[in-house]
């Protein structure tokens, strides 16, 4: 049995204010040639499916064409949800799905598998949805469900105890933050803090393969214990990490082989660092004229209107920071502090200067001019 592991598909998510549906709709077509190239059997689909509890209306259209064409495909399809999804929202249009597309979004299934057949017998697949231990704990009033931890190790007990009685070869799918995992800052961490908290990859002992979701990178914490990550890039920290998805191959003994099939990523993600005339004449950006930027200027003052001006190069320039290269070391004075110490009206503009550049004050040069502007005006002054 070939088995296709995805996950985190994020259907909705804009990207620094950009819609992000077109270029997923392009990747999620490519996965789907990859399932008919490969003659795939199951597609399992890890959580994240949306990236809101509420998604727009046009959200829904690209995931049901998208379940169609991998059922048309020849692949059975299994989705669970994961914690940016609402599971009422994804789950209300499963009793209308065709045959061969599963979506598990009911906690109390856990434990209960779609089987699925080949030539050497069943597999189990057993859909553990996103639980949050406060919304779940009354199903199971017998155990102690404080932590998604050990509301994960509940589920998988469930697990066991069910695949004990049938026999034959299983998959589980769950969506979590498992220990062992290196995230992308800024993404998976911090929902790991809001509503998730670390698995133990023991916990998931027993199935032939394990297809986690909630990673945006792809990562292997064992053989049968892997993140498929998210099919499109999400964020600038993702951007050099690969796109694809999991090929698992499951023989009569269970698990046979694991293959990472890559995705297109339909425009590059970088982050460029240098000075602001660097980013906007240096020839060698010449290349990321097309790519999604992130651009990182360093020097020691802000620029005037920077995102209009690199867009002019960039014309994808998603992201700006300024990023001073010698910022001088904060000496604990506030700005009022200067203000009060300043005994002159050059050094009360040696002081507005460091506080609006990183701690940097005028110049030789500038203090030149500081002075000569400084006695004009007293001259004025002083023949009014």
């Known amino acids: ?25 392009g990747v999620l077509e490519a996965l789907v040639e990859q399932v008919r190239e490969h003659e795939v059997d199951v597609v399992v689909v890890a959580g994240d499916v949306f990236d809101s509890a509420a998604p ?42 065709r045959d061969g597309v599963h979506v598990i979004t009911d906690p109390r299934s856990v434990g209960s598998p779609i089987t699925i057949d080949d030539e050497s017998g069943p597999v189990h697949f ?41 026999g034959g070869r299983s998959v589980v799918m769950s969506h979590c933050f498992a220990a062992g995992v290196e995230a992308t800052p800024g993404v998976e961490r911090e929902i790991r803090q809001g509503t998730l908290d670390v698995v133990p990859l023991s916990y998931f002992e027993g199935p ?30 993702e951007g050099d990490k690969p796109r694809g998805s999991w090929l698992v191959e499951l023989d009569a003994s269970g ?16 982050t460029l660092t240098a000075t602001f005339d660097e980013l906007l004449t240096d020839g060698r950006f010449d290349e990321f004229a097309d790519a999604w930027v992130c651009a990182r200027y360093t020097d020691p003052t802000p620029q005037l209107d920077p995102m209009r001006r690199l867009q002019e190069r960039f014309a994808h320039c ?12 904060a000496d604990g004075s ?6 009060r110490a300043a005994r002159s009206d050059a050094e009360l503009l040696d002081a507005f200067l460091a506080h609006v550049r990183e701690g940097e004050g005028a110049n030789a040069r500038e203090q030149e001019l500081i002075r000569e502007i400084i006695g004009e005006r007293v001259a004025a002054e002083a023949q009014a």
């Open 126 to 166: 057993y859909g553990i949805p996103f639980l949050e231990p406060a919304l779940v704990r009354h199903m199971w009033p017998g155990a102690e469900l404080r932590t998604q931890a050990e509301t994960i190790a509940h589920a998988m007990s469930l697990v066991r105890e069910d695949l004990a009685s049938r």
């Open 318 to 329: 998603a992201a700006v920071v300024h990023l001073p290269a010698n910022a001088a070391a």
């Open 208 to 237: 032939d393969y394990v297809a986690l979701g909630h990673i945006h990178g792809r990562q292997q914490l064992s053989e049968r214990v892997r993140y498929a990550g998210a099919p499109l890039h999400y964020s600038f920290g």
């Open 334 to 339: 506030t700005y009022a502090g200067r203000v």
């Open 56 to 97: 727009s209306a046009a959200c829904f259209p690209l995931l049901s064409d998208t379940l169609r064409s991998l059922s048309g495909a020849g692949a059975h399809v299994i989705v669970t949800s994961g914690n940016h999804d609402s599971a009422a929202r994804l789950g209300f249009q499963s009793g209308l799905l």
């Open 255 to 270: 698990l046979a082989s694991v293959e990472w099939l890559d995705l297109p990523v339909p425009r590059r993600l970088v």
């Open 1 to 25: 049995m070939r088995i296709l592991h995805t996950s985190d598909w994020h259907i909705g998510r804009s990207f620094h204010g950009h819609s992000t549906l077109e270029a997923l709709r």
